[in-house]
């Protein structure tokens, strides 16, 4: 019984070229996953450049101005029962 098993590794053929971009490729996207739910969960500081910019003053241009309620043009008046 001894003699019949056969212990010797399997033959794996060796990857082909698409299958080594394939696992590569799942590789890089799992990690770029990882650093974006990273990036959303992790609060990043404001660098220097960011809050001095808060304090120049704004041009015309810049600063948006309110626009006015329009008027409502569907409301009838309403009409008089007695």
Known sequence: ???ELDFSPPEIPEPTFMENVLRYGLFFGAIFQLICVLAIILPVSKSH???SDSFEPKNSE???KPKAAAPQISKKPK???K
């Open 62 to 64: 810049t600063v948006k």
């Open 49 to 51: 450049k960011t809050d």
């Open 79 to 81: 009409k008089e029962t």
């Open 1 to 3: 019984m001894a003699a």
